[in-house]
């Protein structure tokens, strides 16, 4: 019976046994990708068509088939090579074990290496590897060439080298400070010479001497007079300090304030009725570029409807094409952004170096709830504006609440000093 064995048969459990591991390199075909595992195989396989039309195909070009098996190979041995050992020494016929223990591999006999020395030497003068020859055999070291690598490599030697430097410049510091000690020392120790006399009969003096201790001046007893305006000076100095401390514990109080409530009132958006603006913007064509607009209405915090002050001109137009207008000295404005946002005011002073001017608080405009009938002025008598009066603008019934808006109370003449030009706007007249 010829043919295959049928599957599941004795002989085709053998023959895939006998298939599955490594056969002898000798009966493989590179360019027919095929391994014969005897001798009389691979001379039937020789001698069949498909081996012959491949023949004629590597005859045509041999040159490109050779250099094409060469790339392969090199490139899975450094592949196997970096992923498997990294950067260090190794043996290079371990690796090639392990490189050839692959069913797929491609063979060195089909490269233009005959021999596995060939190749290390080649991938060392490529630059690819670091290769060595000692007593057990030819030793590569993968060399990494990846830019994340080598900026690793570099930011790791410069570290090494900031170290360096570190223990360096400390080591020569404490020889300075060696050397001058030593030298202090040097100085500071007593030299001794030889005690000679010229004859005999000379005397020998020795004067002991101490020093003559300095007479501490008598202290006149002070008078109760004396000690009385010093006890008066230290009362008046501690009161002094009594009122200095509440008076920072005061301004720490009013400060905290403030940027409590710069933080809740510090928004995105800072357009509002009736303040003068200009148009910052060239779409509309350079007619109304630098134009100055009256906001009357404002649409969905962003956007406004504003009037043209040379003309009854009315356009929309977005807070980003708009900014806001610093009049001179002694004119009325308003906060439209900031801690005092919505109040108005009266422009003290501009400082053109830190694009900011003092403003002096005049009137709030902002919105509260009470309850009397609109129309009537009314004043707080509770609350955080306790003492300010106003006029009724609308009432809520189903809410029990209303609107005010505030014209005086404790705010009002306070200068508020460091406003930043975007914060405030001219008022329309």
């Known amino acids: 019976m010829g043919g295959k064995a049928e599957k599941g048969t004795p002989k085709y459990i053998a023959n895939k046994i006998k298939a599955k591991g490594l056969q002898k390199l000798r009966w493989y075909c590179q360019m027919c990708e095929k391994q014969c595992r005897d001798e009389n195989g691979f001379k039937c396989h020789t001698m069949s068509e498909s081996h012959q039309r491949q023949l004629l195909l590597f005859a045509d070009n041999a040159t490109k088939y050779i250099d ?27 690796v090639y074990q392990e490189y050839i223990s692959h069913r797929d591999h491609i063979h060195m006999n089909s490269t233009q290496w005959e021999t ?190 504003v009037k043209l002050t040379d003309d ?27 801690a005092y946002r919505g109040a108005a005011g009266l422009l003290r002073g501009i400082d053109i170096d830190r694009y900011c001017c003092d403003v002096e608080v005049s009137a709030l405009g902002r919105r509260t709830t009470v309850i009397p009938s609109t129309g009537r002025a009314v004043r707080f008598v509770n609350g955080a504006y306790r003492g300010a009066a106003g006029l009724l603008r609308g009432i809520d019934i189903d809410r029990y609440c209303c609107d005010v808006e505030i014209s005086e109370g404790p705010l009002t003449g306070r200068v508020v000093k460091g406003v930043q030009y975007e914060d405030i706007s001219k008022l329309a007249s």
């Open 68 to 94: 094409d098996f060469s790339k392969n190979f090199a490139d899975g041995y450094l592949e196997l090579l970096s992923r498997q050992f990294g950067t260090k020494r190794v043996n290079a016929n371990k």
């Open 116 to 305: 596995l020395t060939e190749f290390v030497k080649w991938l060392g003068r490529e630059g690819k590897c670091v290769v060595d020859e000692t007593e057990k055999g030819w030793f590569v070291a993968y060399i990494d060439r990846n830019p994340e690598a080598i900026a690793a490599l570099e930011a790791k030697t410069k570290k090494e080298k900031m170290d360096k430097d570190d223990q360096e410049r400390m080591l020569e510091f404490i020889q300075k400070q060696v050397e001058r000690g030593k030298k202090q020392t040097s100085e500071e120790r007593p030299s001794y010479s030889e005690f000679k006399r010229e004859s005999s009969q000379e005397k020998v003096v020795l004067s002991l001497k101490r020093k003559a201790e300095e007479k501490k001046p008598d202290t006149l007893p002070t008078s109760a007079l004396k000690l009385k305006v010093k006890e008066e000076s230290a009362k008046k100095q501690k009161v002094a300090e009594d009122n200095k401390s509440k008076q920072s514990a005061l301004d720490e109080i009013m400060k905290m304030q403030e940027r409590a409530k710069e933080k809740a009132n510090r928004k995105d958006y800072w357009i509002c009725e009736d303040i003068i603006v200009k148009i910052t913007t060239k779409s509309l064509g350079d007619k109304y570029y630098k134009k100055k607009a009256v906001i009357e209405k404002v649409v969905d915090k962003y956007c406004a409807h």
């Open 312 to 338: 009854n001109t009315r356009l929309k137009l977005d807070q980003n094409h708009l900014e806001t207008v610093i009049p001179s000295t002694g004119r009325a404005v308003r906060f439209v952004n900031g």
